[in-house]
């Protein structure tokens, strides 16, 4: 008694004269720098400048291509050409319509439209593409240019109209919306009314006739946008229409992008055909004027619309798209008015005439052409003659021009009023172009209209109807870790990345004078939970597991976990609700309806009392996100929310993981680092961009709650293991399988790049052996799953196609192919290096392999295990001198033109660029060359060694280590016979605990916020019956957070009892079981090995009577050396070997585009979080409530 006080008098004596600390160093939340600032702003200029350069020059190029069809241009006398250059003009976006459509309709799943939609899509595009074809091809070239620069902006009519009923339906009158349009269709109107008045004034015969068709054909193509403007109509037939093109998009665009190109090509060619007079063959094409425009309208277009989607995704919307858009037709017009008149005072000046006048000009312009560019001035005199002979400047009359003027500005004003909605439109980072824009693409002849007009209309009338939208925006996110004999510094990584999301909120609870509330401790059925509660509302879960008590390993915590938040925690409630009659609270808080897929609508009727509670329950699984996480996984906020926007913006993505950084030092080490990163750069984003990811790993990923909670997903994520195949698949790599059923449910699966999180990796040769001995089995068994489903999947799974499982398939070719490839390889080094003859060289190559599989076979895994490392050192002393070997031979032969020289400097290449498109890891290319000299070692020994040990399905990693504890004495063994073995590894302190006594051997006091050791305590503690025994030790541990001990309510209780005994009951397994067991997976073992390796072999005996044929089935290609001269003498190459090395190029090729184009988005998605993030109010992607749970998972 006297040493407990003394023990305590010491203690607190210690606190005043020991003020020096150990604090854990907490890096502060990652900020964009100045220079990503300047980057965003960059960006966002030269972004807003491409838009507008582009739809100049689209639009400069097709009013210039009219001009020179008309017939008072000289430069291109063959007119049906010049017509059928303007046809090719306006169809080139069906085309690419088609290839996009028939894109989507390969690689995901379409359904086919209802028979009255596909009929009157097919009508209106009948409509839409006569009266365009009409307008550009037959009507326009009679008309002067500034009068075709503006009378384009008439097809705004109908939209306008359109908002104008709509604005007189009761629930949908918006007073400034209502005014707005209805001075659109009025300027509109006005603006044809002085257009048709300046037609009767002009000299041009017939122009009256062409007037009434070009008025009548902006009628019919301003239907081209009616989907957009219908959309709040209350029409059941347009509702029904309109719901039958959301689900089949793709066949749809298909077959109207047919019918457009059809008609199109009619109306050009039935035009032509009535006004050929035989020219079209004998009158020159001047295809450098003709093409070149082609090629300048086609390309701006495209390039315009394409920056108009980049400026939306990365939040430049009003500044980068609708301004440049708005002003694209003025300027337009302005250029052509600046170019007439240059081109005035130039000609006064080259005939020394400064007072010269306009009508003079105008006589003369026809023969005169300027400087500069030849063909540039004959396209500027074909402007000069149309806007004398069709304005009257040549006449020097002023009422012609005030009537185009007048008109232009109505046309103008009357689009701008119309597209006044697009200023009030939010959107959120990387908003989809579906929900942005209605058509997929553009219209050649209208690509400032078409933009403006195909903004979504519905999106802004249904966010200003809403009476708030935070509610829409509101989600819920679970950070749960699971842990496994992590040490202290291991577990102050998830802590630490915890407290950078409250860093600038509460920062503090850093400081040295903050005191932690009274905190809360929990005794349940499983063990015991510590809840603290942090600033904002949040809270931190600490589960201890009693293994004795419920089951252990990683899948099952993540089973305890999501039944208890997705199950207890989310749906408990709307039963309660329901049974209390608490409906009105649920029918105020279901305020904005969201689109969910269709997986995940309630299917109670409407009229049911459940209905209310079925949708807003839906509504909140979906908005519901869990955040897996290992206990060492470092991450910064930043990367969450990176995650966040792409669950938020695509509902069919059930999971979303990040860019994975392996830690630590040394060869090992550093080998991953250049494995995860070419496995992120080329092998995940090919699998993002082309189908879905296949495996999102378990230390960083989130997944959506409604995903998790579809039918068969958890639900069979609970099945226990009790075939031998179920061992290798569900338990040895869990987060692959949960992925698994993801997919084969029908949800996608992504990659964000730009979300990096950083996890400790295997230091050492054996543990990477062994962590890899689990991966390699598991992902074989789960790809094979999803091959001999694929047919199943790929109807299910709109993101996963026929030909995505093709890729697939070669890719698990080349996998299993990987020990005979290696062999082949080895053979070719034995053979360049020590010139072996092929024969001896290929058996000296698989007589390691063949004598590895025996000892794998006969030996314990430690010895097979120093066999591979004392193996893959001699190989990597091979391997180098085999690189060192090439090099020299290509510098010796002059010549780099071999198969294995292009190989080589490709893949050098390729490597090199893709790095550099990684700037941040570029540095990665440096372990690269450690990465090759060991590549028999991970694709032929690592593989071996898995597939061998395939029956042990044992962890292999952070395996449990025993503490070193001397042996208890004679008189303590009985007692300890009485005891439980507990063991605690919480972050911040640990102890044991017995009966005898409540604190019987600590460690020094380590404090969650201030830590005095930076050592992890690892003392096990004893426990007896008496459970209260552990939560007095915690309370004496803990001199800074003071516990209050509560106990669980009886229903939740229940919950954990039932939970443990339907699922999580502790495996009890008699010796037969186990024995039954080990049979089963050695049995399972030895039929893949069967299988595996006579596939090799076969593949080894092919390429070896391939050998003993020899020149006789080779290819001879010639030898270029570096100048480029060509040698005497030839290189033979067998066949077989050529196919295999370009099938294999041809895959990196493939990879490395998809990773080009995926880059490409994770830049744009990058640069939208910086300017959203960086500045204001977090309205629109705050967290509003994180709850962080932290099942411990430990062996006792």
Same mark, same amino acid.
Not at 113 to 129: E, G, M, Q, T, W
Not at 201 to 220: D, E, F, K, Q, R
Not at 730 to 740: A, S
């Given at each position: 008694?006297?040493?407990?006080?003394?023990?305590?008098?010491?203690?607190?004596?210690?606190?005043?004269?020991?003020?020096?600390?150990?604090?854990?160093?907490?890096?502060?939340?990652?900020?964009?720098?100045?220079?990503?600032?300047?980057?965003?702003y960059?960006?966002?200029?030269?972004?807003?400048?491409?838009v507008?350069?582009?739809?100049?020059?689209?639009?400069?190029?097709?009013?210039?291509?009219?001009?020179?069809?008309?017939?008072?241009?000289?430069?291109?006398?063959?007119?049906?050409?010049?017509?059928?250059?303007?046809?090719?003009?306006?169809?080139?976006?069906?085309?690419?319509?088609?290839?996009?459509?028939?894109?989507?309709?390969?690689?995901?799943?379409?359904e086919?439209?209802?028979?009255?939609?596909?009929a009157?899509?097919?009508?209106?595009?009948?409509?839409? =593409?006569? %009266?365009?074809?009409?307008?550009?091809?037959?009507?326009? $070239?009679?008309?002067?240019?500034?009068?075709?620069?503006?009378?384009?902006?008439?097809?705004?009519i109908?939209? @306008?109209a359109?908002?104008?009923?709509?604005?007189?339906?009761?629930?949908?009158?918006?007073?400034?919306?209502?005014?707005?349009?209805l001075?659109?269709?009025?300027?509109?109107?006005?603006?044809?009314?002085?257009?048709?008045?300046?037609?009767?004034?002009?000299?041009?015969?017939?122009?009256?006739? #062409?007037?009434?068709?070009?008025? =009548?054909?902006?009628?019919?193509?301003?239907?081209?946008?009616?989907?957009?403007?219908?959309?709040?109509?209350?029409?059941?037939?347009?509702?029904?229409?309109?719901?039958?093109?959301?689900?089949?998009?793709?066949?749809?665009?298909?077959?109207?992008?047919?019918?457009?190109?059809?008609?199109?090509?009619?109306?050009?060619?039935?035009?032509? #055909?009535?006004?050929?007079?035989?020219r079209?063959?004998?009158?020159?094409? /001047?295809?450098?004027?003709?093409?070149?425009?082609?090629?300048?309208?086609?390309?701006?277009?495209?390039?315009?619309?394409?920056?108009?989607?980049?400026?939306?995704?990365?939040?430049?919307?009003?500044?980068?798209f609708?301004?440049?858009?708005?002003?694209?037709?003025?300027?337009?017009?302005?250029?052509?008015?600046?170019?007439?008149?240059?081109?005035?005072?130039?000609?006064?000046?080259?005939?020394?005439?400064?007072?010269?006048?306009l009508?003079?000009?105008?006589?003369?312009?026809?023969?005169?052409?300027?400087?500069? +560019?030849?063909?540039?001035?004959e396209?500027?005199?074909?402007?000069?003659?149309?806007?004398?002979?069709?304005?009257?400047?040549?006449?020097?009359?002023?009422?012609?021009?005030?009537?185009?003027?007048?008109?232009?500005?109505?046309?103008?004003?009357?689009?701008?009023?119309?597209t006044?909605?697009?200023?009030?439109?939010?959107?959120?980072?990387?908003?989809?172009?579906?929900?942005?824009?209605?058509?997929?693409?553009?219209?050649?002849?209208?690509?400032?209209?078409?933009?403006?007009?195909?903004?979504?209309?519905?999106?802004?009338?249904?966010?200003?109807?809403?009476?708030?939208?935070?509610?829409?925006?509101?989600?819920?996110?679970?950070?749960?870790?699971?842990?496994?004999?992590?040490?202290?510094?291991?577990?102050?990584?998830?802590?630490?990345?915890?407290?950078?999301?409250?860093?600038?909120?509460?920062?503090?609870?850093?400081? &040295? *004078?903050?005191?932690?509330?009274?905190?809360?401790?929990?005794?349940?059925?499983?063990?015991?939970?510590?809840?603290?509660?942090?600033?904002?509302?949040? *809270?931190?879960?600490?589960h201890?597991?009693?293994?004795?008590?419920?089951?252990?390993?990683?899948?099952?915590?993540?089973?305890?976990?999501?039944?208890?938040?997705?199950?207890?925690?989310?749906?408990?409630?709307?039963?309660?609700?329901?049974?209390? %009659?608490?409906?009105?609270t649920?029918?105020?808080?279901?305020? +904005?309806?969201?689109?969910?897929?269709?997986?995940?609508?309630?299917?109670?009727?409407?009229?049911?009392?459940?209905?209310?509670?079925?949708?807003f329950?839906?509504?909140?699984?979906?908005?519901? #996100?869990?955040?897996?996480?290992?206990?060492?996984?470092?991450?910064?906020?930043?990367?969450?929310?990176?995650?966040?926007?792409?669950? /938020?913006?695509?509902?069919?993505?059930? @999971? @979303?993981? %990040?860019?994975?950084?392996?830690?630590?030092?040394?060869?090992?080490?550093?080998?991953?680092?250049?494995?995860?990163?070419?496995?992120?750069?080329?092998q995940?984003?090919?699998?993002h961009?082309?189908?879905?990811?296949?495996?999102?790993?378990?230390?960083?990923?989130?997944?959506?709650?409604?995903?998790?909670?579809?039918?068969?997903?958890?639900?069979?994520?609970?099945?226990?293991?009790?075939?031998?195949?179920?061992? +290798?698949?569900?338990d040895? %790599?869990?987060?692959?399988?949960?992925?698994t059923?993801?997919?084969?449910?029908?949800?996608?699966?992504?990659y964000?790049?730009?979300?990096?999180?950083?996890?400790?990796? $295997?230091?050492?040769?054996?543990?990477?052996?062994?962590?890899?001995?689990?991966?390699?089995?598991?992902?074989?068994?789960?790809?094979?799953?999803?091959?001999?489903?694929?047919?199943q999947?790929?109807?299910r799974?709109?993101?996963?196609?026929?030909?995505?499982?093709?890729?697939?398939?070669?890719?698990?070719?080349?996998?299993?192919?990987?020990?005979?490839?290696?062999?082949?390889?080895?053979?070719?080094?034995?053979?360049?290096?020590?010139?072996?003859?092929?024969?001896?060289?290929?058996?000296?190559?698989?007589?390691?392999?063949?004598?590895?599989?025996?000892?794998?076979?006969?030996?314990?895994?430690?010895?097979?295990?120093?066999? =591979?490392?004392?193996?893959?050192?001699?190989?990597?002393?091979?391997?180098?001198?085999?690189?060192?070997?090439?090099?020299?031979?290509?510098?010796?032969?002059?010549?780099?033109?071999?198969?294995?020289?292009?190989?080589?400097?490709?893949?050098?290449?390729?490597?090199?660029?893709?790095?550099?498109?990684?700037?941040?890891?570029?540095?990665?290319?440096?372990?690269?060359?450690?990465?090759?000299?060991?590549?028999?070692?991970?694709?032929?020994?690592?593989?071996?060694? =898995?597939?061998?040990?395939?029956?042990?399905?044992?962890?292999?990693?952070?395996?449990?280590?025993?503490?070193?504890?001397?042996?208890?004495?004679?008189?303590?063994?009985?007692?300890d016979?009485?005891?439980?073995?507990?063991?605690?590894?919480?972050?911040?302190?640990?102890?044991?605990?017995?009966?005898?006594?409540?604190v019987?051997?600590?460690?020094?006091?380590?404090?969650?916020?201030? +830590?005095?050791?930076?050592?992890?305590?690892?003392?096990?503690?004893?426990?007896?019956d008496?459970?209260?025994?552990?939560?007095?030790?915690?309370?004496?541990?803990?001199? &800074?957070?003071?516990?209050?001990?509560?106990?669980? *309510?009886q229903?939740?209780?229940?919950?954990?009892?039932?939970?443990?005994?339907? #699922?999580?009951?502790?495996?009890?397994?008699?010796?037969?079981?186990?024995?039954?067991?080990?049979?089963?997976?050695?049995?399972?073992?030895?039929?893949?090995?069967?299988?595996?390796?006579?596939?090799?072999?076969?593949w080894?005996?092919?390429?070896?009577?391939?050998?003993?044929?020899?020149?006789?089935?080779?290819?001879?290609?010639?030898?270029?050396?570096?100048?480029?001269?060509?040698?005497?003498?030839?290189?033979?190459?067998?066949?077989?070997?050529?196919?295999?090395?370009?099938?294999?190029?041809?895959?990196?090729?493939?990879q490395?585009?998809?990773?080009?184009?995926?880059?490409?988005?994770?830049?744009?998605?990058?640069i939208?979080?910086?300017?959203?993030?960086?500045?204001?109010?977090?309205?629109?992607?705050k967290?509003?409530?994180?709850?962080?749970?932290?099942?411990?998972?430990?062996?006792?």
């Amino acid at each position: 008694m006297e040493k407990s006080e003394d023990k305590n008098d010491m203690e607190e004596l210690r606190k005043k004269w020991d003020p020096f600390l150990l604090k854990p160093v907490i890096d502060e939340e990652e900020k964009p720098t100045k220079f990503l600032h300047f980057l965003n702003y960059l960006v966002s200029t030269v972004v807003g400048l491409l838009v507008f350069v582009f739809g100049f020059f689209s639009k400069a190029s097709l009013l210039l291509m009219i001009t020179v069809t008309g017939s008072n241009s000289s430069t291109v006398l063959n007119k049906p050409f010049c017509r059928l250059i303007l046809g090719c003009m306006l169809v080139v976006p069906n085309v690419l319509t088609f290839m996009k459509s028939l894109w989507k309709a390969i690689f995901k799943t379409s359904e086919m439209p209802s028979r009255p939609a596909i009929a009157f899509v097919c009508l209106v595009d009948v409509l839409v =593409a006569g %009266g365009t074809a009409v307008l550009i091809v037959i009507t326009m $070239p009679h008309f002067d240019i500034l009068n075709n620069t503006m009378i384009l902006s008439g097809v705004c009519i109908l939209p @306008a109209a359109f908002q104008v009923a709509h604005q007189c339906l009761p629930f949908g009158f918006k007073l400034w919306t209502f005014i707005a349009s209805l001075l659109s269709v009025f300027l509109v109107l006005v603006g044809y009314i002085f257009f048709f008045i300046h037609s009767i004034n002009s000299p041009s015969p017939g122009i009256m006739v #062409y007037t009434g068709i070009a008025i =009548a054909c902006t009628l019919l193509v301003s239907l081209n946008w009616w989907e957009n403007f219908t959309a709040m109509l209350p029409s059941k037939h347009l509702k029904s229409i309109h719901g039958s093109l959301q689900k089949s998009r793709n066949m749809t665009y298909l077959l109207s992008s047919c019918v457009r190109i059809v008609v199109t090509g009619a109306v050009v060619g039935g035009y032509t #055909y009535a006004t050929e007079d035989g020219r079209f063959f004998t009158v020159p094409y /001047r295809l450098d004027i003709t093409i070149s425009l082609f090629i300048i309208q086609v390309a701006s277009s495209a390039f315009c619309r394409w920056f108009s989607v980049i400026a939306s995704k990365m939040h430049f919307f009003r500044r980068c798209f609708a301004f440049p858009m708005v002003l694209m037709s003025p300027a337009v017009l302005a250029f052509f008015i600046m170019i007439f008149s240059d081109r005035y005072n130039h000609f006064q000046q080259d005939i020394g005439c400064p007072n010269c006048s306009l009508s003079l000009y105008c006589q003369q312009s026809s023969s005169y052409i300027g400087h500069g +560019v030849k063909q540039a001035g004959e396209l500027f005199r074909d402007i000069s003659n149309n806007l004398c002979s069709k304005t009257g400047m040549a006449d020097q009359q002023q009422v012609p021009l005030v009537l185009i003027g007048v008109s232009s500005l109505s046309f103008w004003a009357g689009l701008v009023l119309s597209t006044v909605y697009v200023w009030f439109t939010k959107l959120q980072r990387i908003e989809r172009t579906s929900k942005l824009f209605v058509r997929r693409l553009y219209e050649a002849a209208f690509i400032d209209q078409s933009m403006l007009l195909n903004v979504r209309l519905c999106q802004t009338q249904s966010e200003e109807t809403s009476s708030t939208s935070e509610s829409r925006e509101h989600v819920t996110i679970y950070l749960c870790a699971t842990m496994w004999h992590e040490t202290f510094d291991e577990m102050l990584k998830i802590l630490t990345s915890l407290f950078r999301i409250f860093m600038e909120e509460e920062s503090s609870i850093f400081s &040295q *004078d903050y005191k932690m509330p009274r905190q809360k401790m929990v005794r349940t059925p499983y063990g015991g939970r510590l809840c603290y509660s942090l600033p904002k509302g949040n *809270d931190l879960y600490v589960h201890f597991k009693d293994t004795s008590k419920i089951r252990q390993k990683k899948r099952w915590s993540q089973i305890m976990y999501m039944y208890y938040l997705l199950g207890w925690k989310l749906t408990k409630k709307y039963f309660d609700n329901i049974e209390n %009659g608490d409906l009105k609270t649920l029918e105020e808080r279901l305020l +904005v309806s969201v689109s969910l897929p269709r997986t995940l609508s309630c299917h109670l009727p409407a009229t049911t009392p459940l209905h209310l509670p079925c949708v807003f329950q839906q509504k909140e699984k979906h908005n519901t #996100y869990v955040l897996a996480l290992d206990g060492d996984t470092d991450f910064q906020p930043s990367a969450l929310m990176l995650l966040v926007d792409r669950l /938020r913006m695509y509902p069919q993505v059930g @999971a @979303a993981c %990040g860019r994975i950084h392996p830690t630590g030092i040394g060869p090992m080490v550093w080998y991953q680092k250049f494995e995860y990163a070419v496995g992120h750069w080329l092998q995940k984003t090919a699998e993002h961009v082309f189908g879905c990811v296949l495996c999102s790993p378990g230390c960083f990923s989130l997944f959506r709650g409604s995903a998790l909670m579809d039918d068969n997903v958890i639900k069979r994520y609970t099945t226990k293991a009790t075939e031998a195949a179920h061992y +290798v698949q569900y338990d040895q %790599g869990e987060d692959r399988w949960l992925c698994t059923l993801l997919l084969q449910q029908g949800w996608r699966v992504e990659y964000n790049a730009a979300s990096d999180a950083y996890t400790n990796s $295997p230091q050492e040769f054996k543990e990477f052996y062994n962590q890899r001995r689990r991966w390699g089995p598991s992902t074989l068994a789960n790809t094979l799953d999803i091959l001999n489903m694929g047919r199943q999947i790929a109807r299910r799974n709109p993101s996963i196609s026929r030909p995505y499982i093709v890729y697939q398939i070669i890719l698990m070719a080349s996998s299993i192919l990987s020990p005979a490839s290696i062999c082949l390889m080895i053979a070719g080094a034995f053979r360049y290096v020590f010139e072996v003859e092929p024969n001896g060289s290929l058996c000296l190559a698989v007589l390691p392999a063949v004598l590895y599989i025996v000892v794998c076979y006969t030996t314990k895994a430690e010895i097979q295990i120093m066999v =591979a490392a004392v193996l893959s050192v001699l190989y990597t002393f091979l391997m180098l001198a085999t690189i060192i070997s090439i090099v020299g031979d290509i510098i010796s032969e002059q010549t780099f033109f071999t198969p294995t020289g292009i190989f080589l400097f490709s893949m050098t290449m390729m490597y090199t660029v893709t790095a550099m498109l990684h700037p941040q890891e570029f540095y990665i290319l440096i372990y690269g060359l450690l990465y090759l000299i060991t590549v028999p070692s991970a694709y032929l020994l690592l593989n071996i060694y =898995a597939m061998v040990n395939m029956n042990n399905v044992s962890w292999g990693t952070r395996e449990k280590q025993t503490p070193d504890i001397s042996k208890p004495s004679s008189t303590s063994s009985k007692r300890d016979q009485d005891t439980n073995m507990w063991g605690f590894s919480c972050c911040s302190f640990g102890f044991h605990v017995s009966r005898n006594s409540k604190v019987s051997d600590t460690s020094e006091t380590q404090q969650l916020i201030e +830590v005095k050791s930076a050592e992890p305590a690892e003392d096990l503690m004893e426990m007896t019956d008496d459970e209260e025994c552990w939560m007095h030790q915690l309370q004496d541990c803990s001199d &800074q957070v003071e516990f209050d001990e509560v106990f669980l *309510d009886q229903d939740e209780t229940l919950f954990w009892k039932g939970l443990i005994k339907q #699922y999580l009951l502790p495996v009890m397994e008699d010796e037969k079981t186990k024995q039954d067991i080990m049979k089963d997976l050695r049995s399972l073992r030895n039929k893949a090995n069967l299988a595996y390796f006579l596939i090799n072999s076969l593949w080894i005996v092919a390429m070896f009577f391939l050998q003993i044929v020899g020149n006789a089935v080779s290819i001879q290609i010639p030898k270029v050396y570096f100048n480029g001269s060509l040698a005497a003498d030839t290189i033979p190459v067998d066949p077989v070997g050529l196919v295999l090395l370009l099938s294999f190029a041809g895959l990196l090729v493939t990879q490395f585009i998809a990773m080009v184009y995926h880059r490409l988005y994770t830049f744009i998605h990058l640069i939208a979080f910086i300017g959203t993030e960086s500045s204001g109010p977090k309205e629109e992607h705050k967290l509003s409530k994180i709850n962080f749970y932290d099942p411990d998972k430990l062996d006792f």
